[in-house]
């Protein structure tokens, strides 16, 4: 059973960058699955923020690609989210989750639990 | 962008009511939609894959319809545990996926 666990500080200054990691258990991230970072702020839907692949390769929502760096750290089973010059917008509950891929269809799971970051001074 | 909407945004219902949650793409998405529940302060949890599909351990009162852009997510007899919001979720554009904005199931 692969389990998902997000991790990082809670709390980042306005302007500063949010960095978070997800470690992934009971599964190996060299499997044929794309590793994606979604958000929620408070009371507001669902946000794909981009995802990665075992190789390294990318892909990010274009309304945060300019801000956005996924990147996969294969010997620790692990991949990080940087996100750059977060304002009070970027206040959300962050998740990690598997995309799952079969007969093209893609959907996310499992989720990790979610980690809540506040953009404040 | 494919945008994604859900009706009604919210609905009361009581145990064992047919519940009936529509979800709508701004443009062709063949079957690949998803259908998701959350829990206050959990995380989402997947129930439907590619329009109908249930996923393994989903209670069967769980079902999923549609194609095109037009898809529905059907409780048969709700349960205490399914007063949730539900989200469906595209899953054709694979460089950007879009969610719908949910649905809250609350207590009639």
């Known amino acids: 059973q692969v389990l998902l666990q997000e991790s990082g500080p809670g709390l980042v200054k306005p302007s500063g960058t949010l960095s978070l990691t997800c470690v992934v258990s009971g599964g190996s991230m060299s499997s044929k699955n794309w590793w994606s970072w979604v958000r929620q702020s408070p009371g507001k839907g669902l946000e794909w923020i981009g995802e990665t692949y075992h190789s390294g390769s990318t892909n990010y929502n274009p309304s945060l690609k300019s801000r956005v760096t996924i990147s996969v750290d294969l010997p620790k089973n692990q991949f990080s989210l940087k996100l750059a010059s977060v304002t009070a917008a970027d206040t959300a509950v962050y998740y990690c989750?598997?995309?799952?891929?079969?007969?093209?269809?893609?959907?996310?799971?499992?989720w990790g639990q979610g980690i809540l970051v506040t953009v404040s001074s | 962008d494919i945008q994604m909407t859900q009706s009604p945004s919210s609905l009361s219902a009581s145990i064992g009511d047919r519940v009936t949650i529509t979800c709508r793409a701004s443009?062709?998405?063949?079957?690949?939609l998803n259908w998701y529940q959350q829990q206050p302060q959990k995380a989402p949890k997947l129930l439907i894959y590619g329009a109908s599909s249930l996923q393994s351990g989903v209670p069967s009162r769980f079902s999923g319809s549609g194609s095109g852009t037009d898809f529905t997510l059907t409780i048969t007899s709700l349960q205490p545990e399914d007063f949730a919001t539900y989200y469906c979720?595209?899953?054709?554009?694979?460089?950007?996926?879009?969610f719908g904005p949910g649905t809250i199931v609350d207590v009639k």
């Open positions: 979720q595209q899953g054709y554009n694979t460089l950007l996926f879009t």
């Open positions: 443009q062709n998405i063949t079957r690949y």
């Open positions: 989750a598997r995309v799952v891929v079969v007969a093209s269809i893609n959907w996310f799971d499992p």
